[in-house]
C-alpha cells in the first residue's frame, strides 16, 4: 500500500515563550557583624531578594559601584569609618545617587536620625528590630524609589 503524503497549508504553531521571572533585586548589607549579615541575608533570601554582603564600609562603596544593588541597608558603626560618611559619598557619587539607603544601627545619639537624613538617608531602623517592620521598609523604600 503506498504512503500518502500530506501537506500543510498553514505553518506549524510555533511554541508559545515562556516568560522569563524577573531576576530577584539585590540588597547590599553593609554591617561587620557576621552573624547580624548572615540573619538578614536568610530573611531576605526567603523573601525573594538576593542579599549581597560587605563588612566595611570601603567594601560596601566597592560592592555599591560594581554590584549596582537594588537597596543598601547600612550599618553606621564600621570598623574603617563612619557609616554617614558612606551614606554621603553614595548620594554624592553619579554611579550610586539612585540607590536607596536604610539606615540600620543601634546608635541612640539624641540627634541621630537628624544626621543621617542630613547625609541623605531617606530611611531609618533602629536596632534591635522587628524583622517584618524591617522587610515592608525595605519593600516600601524599592516601590517609593522606582
Known sequence: MPINSVMFSEPLEQPMAVAEAPPPERILIVDDDKSIVEVLSHRLSTQGFEPLAAHTGADGLQRA?????????????????????????LV??????????????????????????????????????????????????????M
Open 65 to 89: 559601584r560594581e554590584d549596582r544593588p537594588s537597596l543598601i541597608l547600612l550599618d553606621l558603626r564600621l570598623p574603617d569609618t563612619d557609616g554617614l560618611s558612606i551614606c554621603r559619598e
Open 92 to 145: 554624592d557619587s553619579s554611579d550610586t545617587w539612585d540607590i536607596p539607603v536604610i539606615i540600620v544601627t543601634g546608635r541612640d545619639d539624641p540627634d541621630i536620625v537628624r544626621r543621617c537624613r542630613a547625609a541623605g538617608c531617606r530611611f531609618f531602623v533602629h536596632k534591635p528590630y522587628d524583622p517584618n517592620a524591617l522587610l515592608i521598609l525595605i519593600r516600601q523604600a524599592l516601590e517609593d524609589w
